[in-house]
């Protein structure tokens, strides 16, 4: 068997479950949205920093915001323009973890499963599908552990007259 949450090697072998074409499109929707966001945002943060140079101390609080999402701004273009220079991985390992959460003013669900330490995003039919103990192959971008595809090599098996608990509103099993 292959070790818990590592980077391995393999064949195709196994349940195709998700396949990501072209994971390129996504880091540069990503560069071009948040390139511009991060640069413009720099502007307040160095009202900011100025007005609190001068001696406001009320522009601490925005200093504090602005630097936290610029911040955050920066890390997704860098991570964005490291793994597009970069070679795809693969882990393997059993899914520890399965759970969708709301974004953007929860507007948007998103979908996660958890191998060994590692957190990857995946499609919503995906997480319907996969469970804990499962047994998968992923093969991502290192930095922004983009799926590129997504296998299952082993399913544990599951009583027939037992009914899989279905997902509540807020997502929960």
Do not use: C
């Given at each position: ?134 047994v998968v192959r992923v093969r991502h ?33």
């Amino acid at each position: 068997m292959t070790n818990e949450g590592t980077p391995g090697t393999g064949d195709s072998a196994g349940t195709l479950l998700e396949s990501n074409a072209d994971p390129q499109r996504s880091l540069r929707r990503s560069l071009l949205v948040n390139g511009p966001l991060a640069l413009l945002s720099l502007i307040p943060l160095g009202m900011s920093l100025q007005s609190l140079l001068v001696g406001n101390m009320g522009a601490l609080l925005p200093l504090s915001i602005l630097s936290v999402v610029t911040g955050s701004l920066a890390y997704q273009v860098y991570s964005a323009k490291r793994d597009l220079q970069a070679t795809p991985e693969e882990t393997t390992g059993s899914v520890r973890r399965v759970w969708s959460k709301g974004a953007v003013l929860w507007m948007v669900r998103s979908h996660y499963i958890l191998i060994g330490r590692a957190i990857f995003v995946i499609d919503a039919l995906s997480a319907y599908d996969l469970k804990e103990g499962d047994v998968v192959r992923v093969r991502h971008l290192p930095h922004t552990s983009t799926v590129i595809e997504l296998r299952v090599l082993h399913r544990e098996p599951t009583p027939a007259n037992t009914e899989r608990p279905g997902r509540g509103f807020f997502g929960r099993r």
